[in-house]
């Protein structure tokens, strides 16, 4: 009535409430009674606003790619964005009097583009799609610098690359060599199978050689052993053998030299007696033999006497006519007793 009306805004909203061309109250979420003639409002959004984005470009291999992701921001200054764009707010229709505040996500946008843009003439096609995350990180370092987000008084919350895909020929041909490179991939991998199987095989059967030369050797050191101990052995008996021999030899020797001197002591014994006897005959030649007869006699038992008698007897038995022997004589002297001759031997001369 008479233009007088009453405005709530949501809490959303920054409201700059200008009469005469000055700001007579600002602040957020402000409701309040205005004249309309006289009284111009200015809405600037307080909560983050999402900007989804996709555009082209050209990598340092002049391959076109569509980079496709999604930045946040949010006015952090509005009396510096109200200055650059018009965000007055048409009250009866509830909407604003010019489309700039459209125009500030496009001028992110912008900025953002020109900033891949830089980042992006630098990579090759391989490189440039894998480099999302780093390409965002490095966008969002860039733009916290930039003097146009500070004019604008907004604020950079947050950048995301969501893709960055090269248009579909060169995606077909990457697709292709990726598959020849997996196929050459899997093929390595069974070509390094193989080998490994071989390599294994080869080691096992190596180490089974290694097994046999081991055991040979072990053998051979065995072998070795026990000739060296048969040959100890053998050299000890020989040693005992010529020990033996020696002593055998020396044995021998001594037995020579025994028997040499028994055979001088008997030569020497039998000279002694041989001079001896020489020396008694040389002093009985002169004797007669009779008397040596007699000399003879001397000392010798009486069996032996006997025998000598009937010796002589029998040598001179011509000369005796008749010899008588009693029993009892017979007798004593078959006893051995010469003492027992009672009976008397009778003989008669020749007649």
């Not at 390409?135 to 969002?140: D, E, G, H, P, V």
């Not at 060599?177 to 991998?189: K, T, V, Y």
């Not at 007897?313 to 004593?332: F, V």
Request: proline letters at 3%.
């Amino acid at each position: 009535m008479f233009g007088f009306r009453f405005v709530k805004f949501q809490p959303s909203d920054y409201v700059l409430k200008v009469k005469n061309g000055k700001v007579v109250r600002e602040g957020v979420g402000l409701s309040f009674h205005y004249y309309a003639p006289t009284t111009s409002v200015v809405v600037v959004p307080v909560s983050s606003i999402d900007v989804p984005f996709m555009f082209e470009e050209i990598t340092n291999d002049y391959q076109t790619v569509t980079v496709q992701g999604q930045l946040t921001y949010r006015i952090v200054d509005y009396r510096k964005t109200t200055q650059i764009l018009n965000y007055t707010y048409n009250l009866r229709k509830n909407t604003y009097l010019s489309d700039d505040p459209g125009k500030l996500a496009q001028r992110v946008i912008n900025i953002a583009k020109v900033l891949t843009k830089k980042q992006l003439e630098q990579l090759p096609l391989r490189e440039a799609i894998k480099s999302s995350e780093r390409l965002a990180k490095t966008i969002t370092q860039e733009t916290g610098r930039n003097e146009e987000i500070e004019k604008l008084g907004i604020e950079l919350m947050g950048l995301s690359i969501l893709a960055i895909v090269p248009n579909k020929e060169t995606l077909r041909a990457l697709e292709a060599q990726a598959r020849e490179e997996i196929l050459r991939s899997a093929d390595n991998a069974l070509y390094e199978r193989r080998n490994a199987s071989i390599e294994q095989e080869r080691r096992v059967k190596e180490n089974e050689l290694n097994t046999e030369i081991a055991v040979e050797t072990k053998k051979k050191q065995i072998r070795e052993t026990q000739l060296d101990a048969e040959r100890s052995v053998k050299q000890k008996q020989n040693a005992m053998m010529e020990e033996q021999l020696s002593f055998d030899t020396a044995l021998e020797e001594k037995k020579q030299e025994l028997i040499g001197l028994t055979v001088a002591n008997q030569r020497a014994e039998a000279d002694a007696k041989a001079y001896e006897l020489s020396a008694v005959m040389n002093s009985l030649q002169g004797v007669a033999p009779g008397v040596l007869q007699a000399l003879t006699n001397v000392g010798m038992k009486p069996d032996k006497l006997i025998a000598i008698a009937f010796q002589e007897l029998a040598e001179n038995a011509g000369k005796i006519g008749q010899l008588n022997i009693s029993p009892d004589l017979l007798q004593g002297l078959m006893g051995g007793s010469a003492g027992n001759g009672g009976n008397a031997a009778r003989g008669g001369g020749g007649r």
